[in-house]
């Protein structure tokens, strides 16, 4: 599956995969027609634990996500690996965890730990060489996944050195680069330009951040080859789950919101209870006859 998806990045036009955050956001983003999805850390650090994506998410957590992920969707799953969790090491285990729980590209980034939100202030960053030495960790572990390298750097060190850390990640034998947060469209041209015949390109849709908001078409045509939105099913929830909070408070009860929800028959038939009841009375028993 992962050189599929590295083949399809290559030939375009570009994919967009939504963040997903468990087994249940996945399988909407899979019913909706996507063709991939990424699980993303920020969503997991914000729906499993209410806080910020400041590196508080644990390789436990994701690895546990990724699993019921791919238990119950067969998109390929694009995994936010944050840091690596740790040193070259620890990005071995990383990868060989991961993959064998059913990832298709892994994605780390040069960020020391503790790591924060690509679009956040105060990020730190270990050096390029310490960076390089996880991409060949990661390559020399896995056995077929693609591997993501994504640099923080123009915060911090600016964006010709960002330029420069990218190249250098491509050529350590990264599958797919990920310059994060450029703030202009001109900058994007720019990383297109000097990476985007050297390997696909991911664009990082943040409501708020730093990075213009183009469309998946806009972003195509700049030479984006793989579209990720980590963290807006998310921020599209909040306001629902707050208007819903909002009306069962005021009137105690959910049939002012009906029309707005979806009801049991509607969740059973997106999870498909008719299916799994089917599979299940295939392995029951026959009925036993009646004692003549």
């Known amino acids: 599956m992962s050189q599929a998806l590295l083949q399809r990045l290559k030939s375009g036009p570009s994919v967009l995969a939504p963040g997903a955050y468990d087994a249940l956001s996945a399988l909407l983003i899979e019913q909706a027609g996507f063709e991939a999805v990424y699980v993303s850390g920020a969503s997991v650090a914000y729906t499993q ?15 546990d996500v990724v699993a019921r992920i791919r238990e119950r969707v067969g998109l390929p799953i694009i995994v936010d690996a944050d840091t690596g969790f740790g040193n070259a090491l620890n990005v071995q285990r990383t990868v ?19 790591k924060r939100c690509g679009h956040l202030a105060g990020k730190k960053l270990i050096s390029a060489e310490e960076m390089v030495g996880k991409i060949h960790a990661a390559c020399d572990a896995r056995d077929q996944v693609a591997i993501v390298a994504r640099t ?15 190249s250098a990640y491509v050529e350590a034998g990264a599958d797919i680069v990920f310059v994060e947060a450029p703030r202009t469209i001109e900058e994007m041209r720019r990383v297109v330009q000097v990476l985007g015949d050297r390997a696909p390109l991911v664009a990082n849709m943040v409501e708020g951040g730093l ?3 183009l469309s998946l078409d806009e972003l195509d045509s700049l030479g984006f080859r793989l579209v990720i939105s980590p963290g807006a099913m998310v921020r599209a929830i909040i306001p629902q789950m707050e208007a819903f909070l909002a009306s069962l408070k005021t009137h105690g009860a959910t049939k002012p919101f009906a029309n707005r929800m979806t009801d049991l028959a509607g969740v059973n038939q997106r999870i498909g209870l ?16 009646a004692a003549e």
């Open 211 to 213: 990075t213009p908001i």
């Open 152 to 166: 923080d750097a123009i915060a911090v060190e600016g964006f010709d050195a960002a330029l420069d850390r990218a």
């Open 96 to 114: 060989r965890v991961l993959e064998r729980f059913g990832a298709t590209a892994i994605q780390i980034e040069d960020q020391d730990f503790p």
């Open 49 to 63: 634990l209410g806080r910020p994506d400041i590196g508080l998410v644990s390789f436990d957590q994701v690895a």
């Open 274 to 289: 008719d299916d799994m009841v089917a599979l299940g009375a295939a392995y029951n028993p026959p009925p036993r006859r």
